[in-house]
């Protein structure tokens, strides 16, 4: 591995101790046009020649700017991958993935059985995943979009549907969520035996997470209470974070309501707070960003997609405390 690897990963253990003198941040960078149609997202089409070249012109791109993330490649086969292998229906496009719900009628008659290396979809990423790991000799190798098992059943039951049951039938989701679980771990401890270098972890999200690490996102949390994120999702990140070295939650601005309660969890090494377009103001989000630090979480705050201004950017800087904190954002307006 590069100088440069291991420069960043040496920062980034600060910023999971809270050792940084001053705040990491990144800004998203655009690979440059070629003349050419930029190739898909979604890497289910491409061959692992074509993968890695399209990680390793994304590192180009990212390098040019200021960016202290860590630079990976990666297999993406989107945000239903891990819903797909479930058993939900899987179906993409150039941008992204989705499950269509694949659940009987009866919620009782509904099971997530053990993960199994055998599953088409698994067979041809591990593959792929295996293939790029070989080429890539200067990056770290990230693992796969590794969704919560909250977002695992709104793939397979239906967003909407899983809204219902959690109040009709809330014996048969917790369940389920138990079985989600043990699949979470399952498809994870499968990813993290691939891994050639087993120092630690990283992914789209660009954190270097030491030893048995990951990200997940649990997005449906957004359409939930509070309350029920306590009596349902709570419990399942906690066990998630428990069997882990180092670990952090993806959570929309529009779930920051859900924050005092995620950050019971002692386990959990950290958060990441988006800052969405049309969500909570910037305020609101320092507010949850510092309640999240003096709870000793390691904090992203992520602008996707959304410019801006300088002054906002200085003002995150100035009210958040730096020592584990990073700011990515696109280019300043």
Excluded at 184 to 192: A, C, E, G, K
Excluded at 284 to 312: F, Q, T, Y
Aim: proline share 6%; charged share 25%; net charge negative.
């Amino acid at each position: 591995m590069n100088e440069v690897i291991e420069n960043i990963k040496a920062l980034h253990r600060k910023f999971w101790s809270f050792g940084l003198e001053n705040a990491l941040q990144a800004q998203f960078a655009s690979a440059p046009g070629t003349g050419e149609p930029p190739p898909p997202s979604m890497d289910m089409t491409l061959s692992p020649d074509q993968i890695l070249q399209k990680n390793l012109c994304g590192i180009e791109a990212s390098r040019r700017v200021h960016d202290d993330r860590i630079p990976s490649c990666w297999v993406n086969y989107g945000p239903a991958f891990l819903p797909a292998l479930a058993g939900a229906i899987f179906d993409y496009d150039r941008n992204t993935s989705w499950a269509h719900p694949n659940a009987p009628e009866d919620i009782r008659d509904l099971h997530i059985g053990l993960f199994s290396r055998e599953i088409p979809l698994w067979k041809d990423y591990e593959k792929k995943f295996i293939a790029v790991q070989k080429l890539n000799r200067d990056w770290m190798t990230g693992i796969c979009d590794m969704v919560g098992p909250f977002d695992i059943l709104a793939g397979l039951i239906g967003a909407e549907r899983l809204c219902y049951e959690m109040i009709d039938s809330p014996v048969e989701i917790a369940r389920l969520a138990g079985e989600a679980v043990k699949f979470w771990l399952d498809v994870y401890d499968t990813q993290f035996s691939l891994l050639e270098d087993k120092s630690g972890t990283t992914d789209c999200f660009g954190l270097f997470c030491p030893g048995r690490g990951a990200r997940w996102s649990e997005d449906f949390m957004s359409l939930v209470s509070a309350e029920l994120y306590r009596g349902f999702i709570f419990d399942c990140d906690c066990r998630i974070a428990s069997n882990l070295d180092c670990s952090y939650l993806h959570v929309h601005s529009v779930a920051i309501d859900k924050i005092p309660s995620i950050l019971k969890n002692e386990r959990l090494s950290g958060i990441e707070i988006s800052n969405d377009p049309n969500g909570p103001s910037l305020e609101r989000i320092i507010e949850a960003g510092i309640h999240a630090c003096s709870s000793r979480k390691a904090l992203m705050l992520s602008n996707w997609s959304k410019k801006i201004p300088v002054g906002d950017f200085n003002n995150i800087l100035a009210e958040i405390p730096n020592d584990g904190l990073i700011v990515t954002h696109e280019a300043f307006e």
